[in-house]
């Protein structure tokens, strides 16, 4: 079984060798690997569902949330874990609606960037409320202007990125938030991406604008553990403001179906118990001095891969990053057709329309010069006429599994 697994991988990426910049963070750390590892066994079977059952596990919620909503300058006891961004985003989206509705509010919506991400989307879907997205100023950060023209009475929820995911800049909290505390409107701030290695590189001297709890009319924060945080999928944390806004998350107990009482404080049941346990772990073994080192190596891979842009003719970046994100672009070259290039050379950089984009790891400063020289030379290829190939179906069908050992047959 475990040959035909790795067998099964071949065309998997490659992410240990660091030729891809999304999906996994890897920390460049062999023994938080081997604790990551250790921790998950320990915690293999339990269920995080019922706390009276598995103490040990709400004790390393508690403790592990507690220890993001600090880094995000928030109160102890106000901050719970979730399976990713995508939860907790739907966790503060679903409360901003009841809240909404107890102000009377009918048909309550949300205000975004278009650079939101899709995960607030998918929680006005869920949830039944609607989305306004206002557009992005030059340097793609949020339009506050557009943003001050959209926001009215029905508004349950205004929301910023710290930093977004398509240009790795930060929105302008400030503004965004005392707009939101002028018009009695909760803020909530998307810092899945940057929650754990934004207050690292304020530390090492770069200039990241305000974002967090510090800034007055933010009532809700999501940071992944699992990204800048280096734990193991899924991990996430979302922090509120207060002791008391964190206690509407989404407890519910339907109280009439005769089995005992039900409670969970996220969308969740069943919930896994080796992220909790990992994300403790991660949090713990790395401590500030480890995630600021950690936020160093990152601040050196982007900040040589910035100068390379510079110094490709052809190439630009389509913002400046605040973080460990960014974009690249061109008036004159075929990106896809560059990216064709590198993904001959084994680089899968994220393609975007137009543009390829990066998130940086610990892991690619030992690489980055190499990815810079490969970079060089596939824009030289693209000017010398490589044109994009056709690309196939980004989600093929699964080959046909061997049907003498398969436990069901394929359709």
């Known amino acids: 079984m475990l040959a035909r697994l790795q067998a099964n991988r071949h065309d998997d990426a490659p992410w240990r060798a660091g030729r891809i910049f999304s999906l996994v963070f890897p920390p460049d750390d062999p023994e938080l690997e081997r604790l990551l590892a250790d921790v998950s066994a320990q915690y293999l079977a339990e269920n995080a569902l019922n706390p009276a059952r598995f103490p040990s596990l709400a004790r390393l919620e508690t403790a592990a949330a507690d220890m993001v909503a600090g880094l995000l300058h928030g109160p102890a006891g106000a901050a719970g874990l979730t399976s990713g961004g995508t939860e907790s985003i739907f966790v503060a989206v679903s409360v901003a609606r009841d809240v909404a509705r107890e102000r009377g509010v009918q048909r309550p919506f949300i205000v975004t960037a278009e650079t939101a991400h899709p995960a607030f989307a998918k929680a006005c879907h869920l949830l039944d409320i609607d989305q306004v997205r206002v557009p992005v100023r030059a340097d793609k950060r949020l339009d506050v202007a557009a943003l001050t023209a959209k926001v009215g009475t029905d508004t349950a929820l205004v929301v910023a990125s710290a930093p977004c995911y398509p240009y790795g800049v930060v929105d302008p909290v400030e503004q965004v938030a005392t707009l939101a505390a002028e ?3 909760p803020c909530h701030v998307d810092a899945c991406l940057g929650g754990l290695i934004l207050p690292f590189l304020a530390e090492l001297g770069q200039p990241v604008p305000p974002w967090d709890f510090r800034v007055p009319g933010v009532t809700s924060i999501s940071a992944d553990v699992h990204k800048y945080g280096y734990s193991f999928k899924g991990a996430s944390v979302i922090a509120f403001a207060t002791p008391e806004l964190a206690a509407r998350r989404v407890w519910f107990d339907d109280g009439v179906w005769g089995g005992g009482t039900y409670g969970t404080p996220t969308p969740a049941g069943t919930r896994p118990a080796p992220p909790i346990a990992g994300a403790w772990a991660a949090l713990t073994h790395l401590g500030h001095e480890g995630y600021r080192a950690k936020a160093a190596a990152v601040l050196c891979a982007r900040d040589a891969l910035v100068d390379a ?5 052809g190439l630009r ?8 994100v960014l974009r690249m672009t061109s008036d ?16 899968w950089l994220n393609r975007q329309p137009g543009a390829l984009h990066v998130m940086l790891s610990p892991l690619h400063a030992r690489v980055v010069d190499e990815l810079t020289a490969d970079l060089r030379t596939a824009v030289a290829e693209v000017r010398a006429g490589r044109t994009a190939r056709e690309r196939a179906a980004v989600y093929a069908a699964p080959e046909p599994t061997d049907s003498a050992t398969s436990v069901t047959t394929p359709r």
Request: zero cysteines.
């Open 183 to 185: 018009r009695g409107v």
């Open 309 to 313: 842009v510079a110094s490709i003719d």
């Open 317 to 324: 970046l389509s913002a400046q990053p605040d973080g460990p």
């Open 332 to 347: 004159s070259l075929d990106m896809a057709a560059v990216a064709d290039a590198m993904e001959d050379r084994r680089w």
